[in-house]
């Protein structure tokens, strides 16, 4: 895959860009900036991009704007942030237009080394993948919906783990189920949450976007 990695950090930067490499990929352009995040998103267009949420020049929210602007000019580009921190407002509006190619991980599980690659991969193939941290800060939090509330303890979990961005296949491992188990799960999960069969939407990324969002 071609990668941008935008991280002002160098050891961290560096760190990654060894990583990623070391798992066979190409790192076509590093940034330190949000706007050199931007310009590289844009320039390069790459398969899935890393790109850490607070970056120069004030260290607020720099690379997550960078990524919203890269994705609302090219709907889609894959990219998965960076955080130090869960904020259910980045996870929410990364996911807000519905096309999928998102991450969100916080940045002590790059150390994870295959579960990050593993992450970067999904994301660059259209799928989502939300740090298991951050569901656990989200659920901790109490967030839900009234339509949540319709959920089985069992499309809870089926839900939790479709937020981490598993397939079917790999959430019906977790769980022990078979996979057209889980496929009977989705569907009602879908239908309690009021996600129609709408090809020119992600059913997925709507069901983790609901999963996320307050009352």
Not at 152 to 165: K, P, Q
Not at 176 to 186: D, G, Q, V
Request: charged share 20%; aromatic share 6%.
């Amino acid at each position: 895959m071609r990668i941008v990695v935008a991280e002002d950090l160098y050891l961290l930067r560096d760190g990654m860009v060894r990583l990623v490499e070391a798992y066979g990929h190409q790192v076509v352009a590093t940034a330190t900036t949000g706007p050199e995040a931007l310009d590289a998103l844009l320039t390069w267009r790459p398969d899935v991009s890393i790109v850490d949420v607070r970056m120069p020049p004030t260290q607020s929210d720099e690379g997550l704007r960078a990524a919203l602007a890269a994705r609302s000019e090219l709907p889609g580009l894959p990219i998965l942030i960076l955080s130090q921190y869960v904020e259910q407002l980045y996870a929410r509006e990364l996911l807000a237009d519905g096309a999928g190619g998102i991450g969100y991980f916080l940045k002590e599980s790059v150390f994870d080394a295959d579960q990050f690659i593993d992450a970067l991969e999904r994301v660059a193939d259209g799928g989502t993948a939300m740090d298991p941290a951050v569901i656990a800060k989200l659920l901790s939090s109490g967030s839900s919906t009234r339509r949540l509330g319709q959920l089985t303890e069992r499309e809870h979990s089926v839900l939790s783990l479709m937020a981490e961005g598993l397939s079917n296949q790999a959430i019906g491992q977790r769980l022990f189920l078979s996979e057209s188990a889980i496929s009977k799960y989705t569907t009602s999960l879908f239908g309690k949450l009021g996600i129609t069969d709408d090809d020119s939407n992600n059913r997925r990324v709507l069901a983790v976007l609901t999963y996320l969002n307050k009352p």
